[in-house]
């Protein structure tokens, strides 16, 4: 009797860890590419347990299995040697909690400046001695504190619009970038390594081959792209040319989008065309499967305007001018939901069109 019981229990036990894995399998199975977004909580936004939670079953709903994180430096390390992990660390543990693959990008530049260094780091240039040493310690920290819980591992972010104001910098960051390659594959091969360019930046400012010398000494290819924000006046319709463009100058490099999207209400954007993008960015994923390591759209919630405003002023845009409404339509309307988690079309044609059917 007693054996029958315990074969019984282990059964149970079998199926629950059958089951389990089989279901894990659909979640990651189900999308035609890999897809991610960066994890915002819906709302103000309520920087909670139950806010982030919420906002990963929702991802999962749409079949992401990637979040994207983005931190500066200097957030963590503060002071040269004093590690603050806070900021990172229930992501990076709530990442893993979730099954999601975590893809983190170290914005040693952010768009258009410099990112947070320590503060008591004296920068003095890329090829600097001083600063490569300092940042392989903090490399080698962050692998330390999250071993093998980052798949990816990003130096960002868009890095090529620092670049192209500051172009005598470009040879030495690319030099460095390549140095703290070499650090992260000799504590874990298995990272996948690369730099984050602007795609659609590179084309503004006809600076295509700075952008593929710098994007093109990482493992894959990373980019972001933006279709309405390329000053050829292009349109959703061009969606799979644009694409198709950017594949010819990585021929033997897979593919990473970190932030693409297409606004309900910037200057370029309404709802229709939110869905129209949705559905030719679909079209670029099932034609291109073999050449895609995964697709994030930027955004799952319209973001607040309080937190709107704060990121453009974090960029220098003066939110005063037209063009700086401009932007705050643009970016305020990126989600795929509402700000109040309210459902666009765009979310229902995100999971008609991105999902297996």
Same mark, same amino acid.
């Given at each position: 009797?007693? &054996?029958? !019981?315990?074969?019984?229990?282990?059964?149970?036990?079998? $199926?629950?860890?059958?089951?389990?894995?089989?279901?894990? +399998?659909? $979640?990651?199975?189900?999308?035609?590419?890999?897809?991610?977004?960066?994890?915002?909580?819906?709302?103000?936004?309520?920087?909670?347990?139950?806010?982030?939670?919420?906002?990963? &079953?929702?991802?999962?709903?749409?079949?992401?299995?990637? @979040?994207?994180?983005?931190?500066?430096?200097?957030?963590?390390?503060?002071?040269?040697?004093?590690?603050?992990?806070?900021?990172?660390?229930?992501?990076?543990?709530?990442?893993? /909690?979730?099954?999601? &693959?975590?893809?983190?990008?170290?914005?040693?530049? +952010?768009?258009?400046?410099?990112?947070?260094?320590?503060?008591? #780091?004296?920068?003095?240039?890329?090829?600097?001695?001083?600063? #490569?040493?300092?940042?392989?310690?903090?490399?080698?920290?962050?692998?330390?504190?999250?071993?093998?819980?980052?798949?990816?591992?990003?130096?960002?972010?868009? !890095?090529?619009?620092? #670049?192209?104001?500051?172009?005598? /910098?470009?040879?030495?960051? +690319?030099?460095?970038?390549?140095?703290?390659?070499?650090?992260?594959?000799?504590?874990?091969?298995?990272?996948?390594?690369?730099?984050?360019? @602007?795609?659609?930046? %590179?084309?503004?400012?006809?600076? *295509?081959?700075?952008?593929?010398?710098?994007?093109?000494?990482?493992?894959? @290819?990373?980019?972001?792209?933006?279709?309405?924000?390329?000053? %050829?006046?292009?349109? !959703? =319709?061009?969606?799979?040319?644009?694409?198709?463009?950017?594949?010819?100058?990585?021929?033997?490099? +897979?593919? @990473? *989008?970190?932030?693409?999207?297409?606004?309900?209400?910037?200057?370029?954007?309404? =709802?229709?065309?939110?869905?129209?993008?949705?559905?030719?960015?679909?079209?670029? %994923?099932?034609?291109?499967?073999?050449?895609?390591?995964?697709?994030?759209?930027?955004?799952?919630?319209? *973001?607040?305007?309080?937190?709107?405003? /704060?990121?453009?002023?974090?960029?220098?845009?003066?939110?005063?001018?037209?063009?700086?409404?401009?932007?705050?339509?643009?970016?305020?309307? #990126?989600?795929?939901?509402?700000?109040?988690?309210?459902?666009?079309? %765009?979310?229902?044609?995100?999971?008609?069109?991105?999902? &297996?059917?």
């Amino acid at each position: 009797m007693l &054996k029958r !019981v315990i074969f019984i229990v282990l059964g149970s036990i079998l $199926v629950i860890f059958s089951l389990a894995y089989i279901y894990q +399998r659909k $979640v990651e199975m189900k999308s035609i590419v890999p897809l991610g977004t960066r994890i915002f909580p819906k709302g103000e936004p309520e920087w909670n347990d139950k806010g982030f939670t919420e906002a990963f &079953k929702k991802a999962r709903e749409g079949g992401m299995s990637i @979040a994207i994180w983005g931190v500066q430096w200097g957030r963590v390390e503060p002071f040269i040697g004093k590690y603050d992990w806070s900021f990172i660390n229930y992501r990076i543990l709530k990442t893993k /909690q979730q099954k999601f &693959k975590c893809a983190l990008i170290i914005e040693i530049i +952010r768009t258009n400046k410099l990112g947070l260094f320590p503060q008591d #780091l004296d920068f003095k240039g890329f090829d600097d001695s001083s600063f #490569l040493h300092t940042f392989k310690l903090f490399i080698r920290e962050l692998l330390k504190q999250y071993p093998k819980q980052i798949q990816y591992l990003f130096i960002g972010n868009e !890095v090529n619009c620092y #670049l192209h104001i500051h172009p005598e /910098q470009a040879e030495s960051f +690319r030099n460095f970038c390549r140095e703290i390659f070499s650090e992260i594959k000799s504590i874990d091969s298995e990272i996948k390594v690369g730099v984050v360019g @602007a795609y659609h930046i %590179a084309r503004n400012y006809n600076e *295509i081959g700075l952008l593929k010398n710098i994007v093109g000494i990482g493992d894959i @290819a990373v980019l972001t792209i933006y279709i309405e924000e390329d000053h %050829a006046n292009l349109n !959703v =319709e061009d969606t799979e040319k644009y694409f198709n463009e950017m594949f010819k100058l990585f021929p033997d490099k +897979r593919i @990473a *989008i970190t932030e693409t999207g297409w606004s309900s209400n910037g200057p370029k954007g309404s =709802e229709d065309k939110q869905v129209e993008y949705i559905k030719r960015l679909s079209d670029v %994923a099932r034609k291109n499967g073999d050449r895609i390591e995964f697709i994030s759209w930027v955004l799952l919630y319209d *973001i607040s305007e309080k937190l709107n405003k /704060q990121i453009a002023e974090s960029f220098n845009i003066n939110i005063e001018t037209v063009d700086g409404e401009n932007f705050l339509k643009w970016q305020g309307s #990126l989600g795929l939901l509402k700000n109040n988690g309210d459902e666009k079309p %765009a979310w229902n044609a995100w999971k008609k069109y991105m999902l &297996k059917s």
